[in-house]
T-cell receptor
Framework: TQLLEQSPQFLSIQEGENLTVYCNSS?????LQWYRQEPGEGPVLLVT?????EVKKLKRLTFQFGDARKDSSLHITAAQPGDTGLYLC????????????FGTGTRLKVLA | GAGVSQSPSNKVTEKGKDVELRCDPI?????LYWYRQSLGQGLEFLIY????????KSGLPSDRFSAERTGGSVSTLTIQRTQQEDSAVYLC?????????????FGSGTRLTVV
């Protein structure tokens, strides 16, 4: 069974601080995605990474896929209250297949 | 439509009753997924549709759960004889095609409470 563990589970920080969220597995994934979910809404896709070692930037968010494609990280620079939400990583269940397995989630709260 | 639409947004039902949850995916999206989310945690896969077929039903928790999709569009998730442990947010997502890359577009979910 493929599992994706995220850490930390909860994070509360002040506006302007930096943070990193981790997504780890013992399984290899062909691709990995990050989503953000706000209360009462469905998750919204932020990024997809497909190549080991790949780094993608989305404004203040930096996503990295591990060289072995078993782990990923999300780094937020100068966090803002609008970054508050549940961050979920998701890996495809096997090479070239249709289904994503979701991680356990990291709940972020950024205080003004 | 512009996004994935789910109805109802909230449903409170008595234990033992049947419920139907509806998902209207983005027009033209061939892949449709149902997930379940408990207490703001990660998402648990339930079932996947490609067109009207369900190649993977492996996540359905019991035979009380069933789902169908008609016309390659609307999908209905049915839970019979609901139990309190069925309480969760049920999320539907659609994708232009299955496989790596396109990502899911999620609906806002149906919050089911079994009392």
């Amino acid at each position: 069974t493929q599992l994706l563990e995220q850490s930390p589970q909860f994070l509360s920080i002040q506006e302007g601080e930096n943070l990193t969220v981790y997504c780890n597995s013992s399984s290899v994934f062909s691709s990995l995605q990050w989503y953000r979910q706000e209360p009462g809404e469905g998750p919204v896709l932020l990024v997809t990474v497909v190549t080991g070692g790949e780094v993608k930037k989305l404004k203040r968010l930096t996503f990295q896929f591990g060289d072995a494609r078993k782990d990923s990280s999300l780094h937020i620079t100068a966090a803002q209250p609008g970054d508050t939400g549940l961050y979920l990583c998701a890996g495809d269940s096997a090479s070239g297949t249709y289904k994503y397995i979701f991680g356990t989630g990291t709940r972020l709260k950024v205080l003004a | 439509g512009a996004g994935v639409s789910q109805s109802p947004s909230n449903k409170v039902t008595e234990k033992g009753k049947d419920v139907e949850l509806r998902c209207d995916p983005i027009s033209g999206h061939t892949a449709l997924y149902w997930y379940r989310q408990s207490l703001g945690q990660g998402l648990e896969f339930l079932i996947y549709f490609q067109g009207n077929s369900a190649p993977d039903k492996s996540g359905l928790p019991s035979d009380r759960f069933s789902a169908e999709r008609t016309g390659g569009s609307v999908s209905t998730l049915t839970i019979q004889r609901t139990q309190q442990e069925d309480s969760a947010v049920y999320l539907c997502a659609s994708s232009l095609y299955s496989g790596t890359g396109p990502g899911y577009t999620f609906g806002s979910g149906t919050r089911l409470t079994v009392v």
